[in-house]
């Protein structure tokens, strides 16, 4: 059952809500850079920097709680199992919040683990430590969150997804300002920020999501019983191992521009926010994408999900050279305002043309990885997000005479790879739906 028609109208109404959201997600990242990177203090801005990745390396891969929940949501919705749909958010927000639980109790050996293997050191290190401590005390919120939204974009529940995403990071922006500016916290002060943020937020989402859900029905020994969870975990398997190696690829990009000191690691952070807000907006196609293809596919119409797919398809390309073209002219004083070290700024603006270019180049790739997520093709992810981070990794080291212009040579390459490497599965995809639909079609 298509929730609504596949209209060039009706998929931009249900993918701005996510674009909206999605820009105030690196909006927080901007916010934060500008509160760090303000004070002067380039070793707190690199130590934000190499904390972000370190949390997106291990929040990140549990991941799949947001991917497959909208691919399984979407498809259940689609066949119009309505049980199946209410007890998947249920099952979700359990999972989230379990797994957040081992994750802070882990935090112990998680913290130095992932610090080692940074080319960090010194006092780098001990900005990145206050960051990343903080942060884990958010943790079950965090991923129960990714559970929430999940199931909120499988139901093309998008405006329900954006009020989330504004208290989200409104209340992070806001804390943050208070804790590094007020309480002079440094980069721990935007990370216990973000973590307070995150706990709101959860009990904000559950209330916007359990609105109308008929919990009687769904809450039996069934709930978790029958193999449901098992279902949940082997379902999303492949996509946390997808998760894993492109978290591995940013994680080697950072690395690369530890190696070369403070002031390139922190130049790259300011134009990784540039890459941030393009992605995060440009995923309001994608997770329509991820929604209308698992809905087609739930109804077994392969004409629905041909039809998605063109559609998220121009508006994702138009997006992609229209934040291209901006920032070309727009990055210079985004550069000037987000940093004052002088140093930051002469590098960042040397490496501005490989940010600006990778909205263009890299929307195939956020597309495909919307697709498949919507189909729950967890087999494809997985292989093609192993085969191009190990071709991004082969290219970097062969690039690495080249200094910091090989390491964003090597970076902009990756979005080929993984574009390419998911492409070649997508005949193979179209062709497993079989055509549902009646003859004189919808």
């Given at each position: ?36 990177g ?5 070793t ?26 909208t691919g ?8 119009g ?6 007890a998947?958010l ?10 957040g ?13 992932a ?7 010194g006092?780098?290190?001990?900005a ?9 005390l ?6 129960a969150?990714?559970a ?23 209340v ?9 500016w007020?309480?002079?916290m ?15 937020s ?33 379902v999303?398997?492949?996509i ?52 209308r ?19 998220t ?9 229209g ?10 004083a ?13 590098q ?5 043309p ?38 991004y ?8 005479p ?5 390491i964003?040579w ?13 492409g ?19």
């Amino acid at each position: 059952m298509i929730s609504a028609p596949l209209t060039r109208r009706a998929i931009f109404a249900q993918a701005w809500p996510i674009m909206l959201g999605q820009t105030t997600v690196p909006l927080v990242g901007l916010v934060d850079t500008a509160v760090i990177g303000r004070t002067g203090d380039a070793t707190a801005l690199a130590g934000v920097a190499l904390g972000t990745v370190v949390i997106n390396m291990i929040f990140w891969t549990f991941g799949f709680l947001r991917m497959g929940m909208t691919g399984m949501t979407a498809q259940a919705e689609g066949a119009g199992d309505a049980r199946e749909v209410e007890a998947m958010l249920l099952r979700g927000v359990v999972a989230g919040v379990g797994l957040g639980v081992v994750l802070f109790a882990l935090q112990i050996v998680l913290i130095p683990l992932a610090l080692e293997t940074m080319a960090g050191g010194g006092a780098l290190d001990d900005a990145a430590r206050g960051y990343v401590s903080a942060r884990f005390l958010g943790a079950p919120a965090s991923l129960a969150i990714f559970a929430i939204n999940g199931w909120l974009f499988g139901r093309g529940r998008t405006r329900a997804a954006l009020a989330l995403q504004i208290v989200m990071n409104l209340v992070n922006i806001a804390l943050n300002l208070l804790f590094v500016w007020h309480f002079h916290m440094g980069a721990r002060g935007v990370g216990l920020g973000t973590a307070c943020a995150e706990w709101i937020s959860l009990a904000v989402g559950l209330a916007i999501a359990g609105r109308g859900v008929d919990w009687g029905r769904i809450l039996s020994p069934a709930l978790f019983g029958g193999g449901a969870l098992r279902r949940l975990f082997a379902v999303n398997a492949d996509i946390m191992i997808r998760t894993i190696a492109l978290l591995s690829l940013f994680l080697w990009f950072t690395n690369a521009g530890a190696r070369l000191g403070a002031t390139a690691l922190a130049a790259n952070y300011v134009l990784m926010q540039f890459v941030s807000v393009s992605a995060f907006v440009l995923d309001g196609f994608a997770f329509t994408a991820e929604s209308r293809v698992g809905q087609a596919i739930g109804a077994g119409s392969r004409s629905a999900m041909v039809r998605a797919i063109r559609l998220t398809g121009e508006f994702s390309l138009l997006a992609g050279i229209g934040f291209a073209l901006l920032f070309f002219v727009l990055g210079p004083a985004l550069i000037a305002f987000f940093a004052s070290n002088p140093a930051v700024r002469a590098q960042a603006g040397a490496m501005l043309p490989f940010a600006a270019i990778i909205p263009a180049i890299g929307v195939p790739a956020w597309l495909l990885d919307g697709i498949f997520i919507g189909a729950t093709r967890g087999r494809a992810l997985r292989n093609a997000a192993i085969l191009a981070t190990a071709l991004y990794i082969a290219t970097d080291l062969l690039f690495r005479p080249f200094g910091e212009s090989g390491i964003w040579w090597a970076f902009m390459a990756s979005y080929l790879y993984r574009a390419v490497s998911l492409g070649a599965y997508l005949p193979g995809l179209l062709r497993t739906i079989e055509v549902a639909e009646p003859a004189n079609g919808p």
